[in-house]
């Protein structure tokens, strides 16, 4: 199996709170894992790409000040949305990329941020 | 143009009907392809790679033809639970891990 989990599935935080979201690979190693956003009847949008053991790769127009991200085992990932503002709300998704077949990529079921 | 175009839809169907969909992409490097289905509200799950050869998977088959850049996905028998938006995805290729995807396609499947 290729088993990406989630925590939290769903967060309500006010205007200025940080939040965390870890996304883990249960049952394979991932040396890469991405982090998705996706806005209602919008597509899925990469925000970064995190890499263990070194920095992420944030795409542009992605603030890494703003979205720190932090892969510190080939289990683990987390993103931390700082300073969250209502414009951060969104749906987040984490997925985990299983090397040695096709390079499929698995996701995580999802973290829906809503900020007040 | 787009590096992964489909056609938005919405695709009504009946019950049992068999519906293809299409997706183009720019990127002639990209090395794999696959299809991926989004329920309402939830994450992007694997449907099926997407081989050279083709593949099939029960009732789902898929094509890939490298010289026109395009992928299909037939989908035979229908059923109610088949209704989702199916994301048409493409990796790049050239060392990249990172998938691009297409906006998705809505299917309904009407009882």
């Known amino acids: 199996g290729a088993v990406v989990s989630q925590h939290p599935s769903w967060v309500i935080c006010k205007s200025g709170t940080s939040v965390k979201i870890e996304c883990r690979s249960l049952d394979f190693q991932a040396t890469t894992m991405f982090w998705y956003r996706q806005f209602p009847k919008q597509s899925l949008m990469l925000m970064a790409t995190s890499n263990e053991g070194s920095k992420a790769t944030y795409e542009q127009g992605v603030e890494k000040d703003k979205f720190l991200i932090n892969h510190a085992s080939l289990t683990l990932s987390t993103l931390t949305v700082t300073s969250a503002h209502p414009e951060d709300s969104s749906f987040y998704i984490c997925s985990a990329d299983k090397r040695g077949g096709y390079n499929e990529q698995f996701f995580g079921p999802g973290t829906r941020l809503t900020v007040l | 143009r787009k590096e992964v175009e489909q056609d938005p839809g919405p695709f009504n169907v009946p019950e049992g009907a068999t519906v293809a969909f299409n997706c183009t992409y720019s990127n002639s490097a990209s090395q794999s392809f696959f299809w991926y289905r989004q329920d309402c509200r939830k994450e992007p799950k694997l449907l099926m790679s997407?081989?050279?050869s083709g593949n099939e998977d029960g009732r789902f088959t898929a094509q890939l033809n490298r010289a026109s850049q395009y992928i299909s996905l037939l989908i035979r028998d229908s059923k109610l639970s088949d209704s989702a938006t199916y994301l048409c995805?493409?990796?790049?290729?050239?060392?990249?891990?990172?998938?691009?995807f297409g906006k998705g396609t809505k299917l309904s499947v009407i009882p």
């Open positions: 997407v081989y050279s």
């Open positions: 995805v493409v990796n790049p290729g050239a060392g990249s891990y990172q998938l691009t």
